[in-house]
């Protein structure tokens, strides 16, 4: 089956730091992703759209100058937490959706704690 | 925009059969989907309804009411191992972004007990 695999698996930073995470369909090209966040004991709540060449389209609430977000091609995606706090820490899931025939595939997830 | 209701926790005993509900309200509809969801892990796919009636793939199976805004997962000879939280999800059609996007309710937590 397609696979997504996300890296790093899990990430400890400081306070201020910047913090990349990289999402990639390893069998699949995908034009599209998804980066979500899942705080303890919640749901996965969608941050933005990433699209392959163009700009990625947030959530509402959710602010493009702090969460980065690149597609530069169709199997890479990039999040980067920019000046990240302790409340960032979070469980960061990617979804990679195939071009072809249109099913999302889930990363693994990047768990990221900021001290 | 999206709302999507589950139940919180259920508790169900191994080898019996266990209903997870799910409600949606929705401005636009194409597809709501099942995941199970073990804790540190991301969620695993199992189902996905875009037409009315009952989707049955081995011991899950799961149906749709478009016209309610409703669907349930349906688990049977529950084990040990489907304790786990299962999200509803439910794709929408997206105009502008370039494509489809799933909306997630908030999870029902399975504890399957001997």
């Known amino acids: 089956g397609a696979v997504v695999s996300q890296h790093p698996s899990w990430v400890i930073c400081k306070s201020g730091t910047s913090v990349k995470i990289e999402c990639r369909s390893l069998?699949?090209?995908?034009?599209?992703m998804f980066w979500y966040r899942q705080f303890p004991k919640q749901s996965l709540m969608l941050m933005a759209t990433?699209?392959?060449?163009?700009?990625?389209?947030?959530e509402q609430g959710v602010e493009k100058d702090k969460f980065l977000i690149n597609h530069a091609s169709l199997t890479l995606s990039t999040l980067t937490v920019t000046s990240a706090h302790p409340e960032d820490s979070s469980f960061y899931i990617c979804?990679?959706?195939?071009?072809?025939?249109?099913?999302?595939?889930f990363g693994p997830g990047t768990r990221l704690t900021v001290t | 925009g999206q709302n999507i209701d589950q139940p919180t926790e259920m508790t169900a005993t191994e080898g019996a059969i266990v209903q997870i509900n799910c409600t949606y309200q929705?401005?636009?509809?194409?597809?709501l989907f099942w995941y199970q969801q073990h804790a540190g892990e991301a969620p695993t796919f199992l189902s996905y309804n875009v037409l009315d009636g009952l989707e049955e793939k081995g011991r899950f199976s799961s149906f749709l009411s478009r016209s309610k805004g409703y669907s349930y997962l349906l688990l049977k000879e529950l084990q040990m191992k489907d304790s786990a939280s299962y999200l509803c999800a439910v794709r929408d059609v997206v105009v502008t972004g370039g494509g489809n996007k799933l909306t997630f309710g908030t999870g029902t937590q399975l504890k399957v007990e001997l």
């Open positions: 929705t401005s636009g509809f194409n597809g």
């Open positions: 979804s990679a959706r195939d071009t072809i025939g249109g099913e999302q595939y």
């Open positions: 069998d699949f090209q995908a034009t599209t």
């Open positions: 990433s699209n392959e060449g163009s700009k990625a389209t947030y």
